[in-house]
């Protein structure tokens, strides 16, 4: 992901340095938390979600989020990955990892959804973002990245890349992001009933979502 307008630091880092962070490949990056969450036991594979944020122009606004220099840490990135975790116990509230915010991590879906996503803030409609949920167990087996996205015309890198190993897809598949930023607020789900939530756990690109209407997603999902 990069971020333009508003202004960024792209070397900014984590500060949970506990989880891997490389500025610039959040996709990557919550793809190696969703595997630790899992391995440290803080969380169980079906109940974790990858949520691809974006739109049909690439400009997303954001807040609280620590690559911006203003003072509400409003930013504008061409797409941005969170994990979001469902919690099915008693009256626990589902959870937001995002290595990118300065708000607390993790924060609770509402809170993040009021500061950071503010979809009560009045946006011109080439800013509306749309979220693209991906059961984090499908996530693993299809996704891969080359990180050829991160390179400009003459093959140099825009963003110094991770020290590890590119990801590849279980079928072979080398590089599919596109596939996940690609969204339009057109193909946003209409039907929140129980059938159409529910296809997140076999849809290979998961579903998407409207601003509106995340919070709800999240509470409406039966298994």
């Given amino acids: ?36 969450l899992c391995a440290d036991k803080v969380a169980d594979v079906s109940d974790l979600f990858v949520v691809f944020i974006s739109n049909e122009n690439k400009h997303v606004p954001l807040w609280h989020q620590k690559a911006s220099h203003r003072a509400d840490g409003v930013i504008l990135w061409d797409y941005h990955v969170i994990c979001i975790q469902r919690r099915k116990e ?7 990892w995002d290595l990118d915010s300065s708000l607390p991590f993790p924060s609770t879906l509402s809170s993040y959804i009021s500061e950071s996503i503010r979809p ?3 946006l011109f409609s080439e800013f509306q973002r749309v979220f693209r949920i991906v059961h984090a167990p499908i996530f693993f087996r299809y996704f891969a990245s080359d990180r050829r996205h991160m ?3 003459q093959g140099n890198w825009m963003a110094n890349p991770p020290e590890y190993e590119v990801i590849v897809a279980e079928d072979g598949n080398v590089h599919n992001l596109n596939e996940y930023i690609e969204m339009s607020t057109k193909d946003v789900l209409k ?18 979502v409207g601003e509106s209407r995340l919070e709800q997603f999240f509470s409406s999902i039966s298994q």
């Fill in 1 to 36: 992901m990069m971020a333009s307008s508003l202004g960024s630091d792209s070397s900014t880092s984590s500060d949970v340095p506990q989880f891997h962070h490389t500025p610039c490949y959040c996709e990557e990056n919550v793809y190696l938390l969703c595997k630790k």
């Fill in 90 to 96: 008693g009256k626990s509230m589902d959870l937001v």
């Fill in 120 to 122: 009560s803030f009045e």
């Fill in 151 to 153: 390179k400009d015309s």
């Fill in 191 to 208: 039907d929140l009933g129980e059938d159409k939530i529910n296809a997140v756990f076999t849809k290979k690109f998961g579903l998407l």
